[in-house]
């Protein structure tokens, strides 16, 4: 889950990590209150998701607090890279002597945790590696220890500050490691981490983005911050139901137990030319019941012409998935049709199951895929 650079703020002031003070709007008439309120220039900050926003216009300066309603009217309720604007964070402008660039990100190549750090902040950080990879410092840290004075040695190669600066900066880069420890995260950014004119250190920007699998450990965040209004209303409901849906662009739902199979179907079906409405989980173990559920969830997608249930057996047994199809069945539109792989334990049985109630499922998913095919194509010639 990606958090909005003023919820990513509201956790970086609770954990120390020095941040400007400023205000969440939706109205530009109280972005124009709250600019008087401050007293001077203001960043007026479109919140949304993707990145780049100064470039693509979300970020903009206001010199008085009229300038500050008619931005605000500009950003908000309008499109940005593809988001609607929703709201805008008001911070006073700072006097900046340099920016630099300060991120924790899980490095799955690695199989670690990897401290980033640059000395040329304020660009994004891909752009930068394109551009600049000679500005780019990545240190590699071992859970077990965490950040270490030591580790900065190799920052020290290619900068040029002072003790007090270093210091500072010795002190972010742990709190921002605790930050990501704490909240589970998979990335966490500040960029531009500033240095202003008066030799402190601030956090002007900041990205966070948790690990969704540690949902039953950041209840309390997951609550305060998930916002539904930027999810597709299929994984909404999925997610009510207990699993992970993604919505594409197709006629075809996958049901299968498991991620890394749904996406070997989905690359199968692609090779047939055949386009996927959506991709439903089940994971280990999946009772009959579990299975109505997961029905119930893709059959409210509206572009679903096909189910094809994908399963391979080990702890979940196919014919636990047969029971459930079969209970499924009352609920299943009569326009939608069924396609059934099964391999792995108790493979026999489920599909004897199925054959019996007419429903012809295979142990080979080429053969599977195929009938896909053949039941799009008939429906395209009647």
Do not use: W
């Not at 008439?29 to 007293?39: D, F, K, P, V, Y």
């Not at 979940?316 to 609920?331: H, N, Q, V, W």
């Amino acid at each position: 889950m990606k958090l909005y650079e003023y919820q990513a703020k509201e956790i970086f002031k609770k954990e120390a990590i020095p941040t400007p003070q400023g205000q969440i709007t939706s109205s530009p008439l109280e972005a124009e209150n709250i600019m008087r309120n401050m007293g001077k220039e203001v960043v007026i900050k479109s919140q949304v998701l993707v990145g780049g926003r100064g470039k693509a216009g979300g970020i903009k300066f206001a010199s008085s607090p009229e300038e500050a309603n008619l931005i605000s009217k500009q950003l908000i309720g309008h499109t940005l890279k593809g988001e609607e604007v929703k709201k805008v964070l008001i911070v006073p402008k700072q006097l900046i002597r340099q920016e630099l660039y300060l991120g924790i990100a899980l490095n799955r190549n690695a199989k670690t945790t990897t401290l980033i750090f640059s000395s040329a902040g304020g660009m994004d950080i891909e752009e930068l590696s394109k551009k600049l990879p000679e500005k780019i410092v990545k240190i590699n840290i071992d859970p077990v220890i965490g950040i270490q004075n030591y580790h900065f040695n190799r920052i020290l190669k290619y900068v040029d500050y002072d003790t007090n600066l270093i210091s500072q900066l010795k002190e972010i880069a742990k709190k921002l490691y605790y930050v990501y420890k704490k909240y589970d995260c998979v990335f966490v950014e500040i960029n531009p981490l500033a240095v202003l004119e008066d030799g402190s250190l601030m956090a002007l920007d900041s990205k966070l983005e948790i690990d969704d699998n540690a949902e039953y450990r950041q209840k309390d965040l997951m609550e305060r911050y998930y916002d539904k209004t930027t999810k597709e209303p299929l994984e909404l409901i999925g997610k009510d139901a207990g699993f992970v849906v993604i919505k594409l662009k197709g006629t075809v739902s996958i049901i299968s137990n498991g991620a890394g199979l749904a996406i070997s179907t989905m690359d199968l079906l692609k090779k047939y030319d055949v386009g996927v409405a959506n991709i439903l989980d089940l994971s280990g173990g999946a009772t009959s019941e579990k299975v109505m559920r997961a029905v119930n969830v893709v059959i409210e997608d509206k572009d679903v012409k096909i189910i094809l249930f994908n399963i391979f057996g080990g702890i979940t047994r196919c014919d636990e998935i047969a029971r459930g199809i079969i209970k499924s069945l009352k609920y299943i539109p009569q326009n939608i049709s069924i396609v059934c792989r099964l391999q792995g334990t108790n493979k026999d049985e489920g599909i004897k199951i199925l054959n019996q109630e007419g429903i012809n499922a295979v142990t080979d998913l080429e053969i599977a895929v195929q009938k896909v095919k053949n039941l799009i194509l008939e429906r395209e010639n009647k």
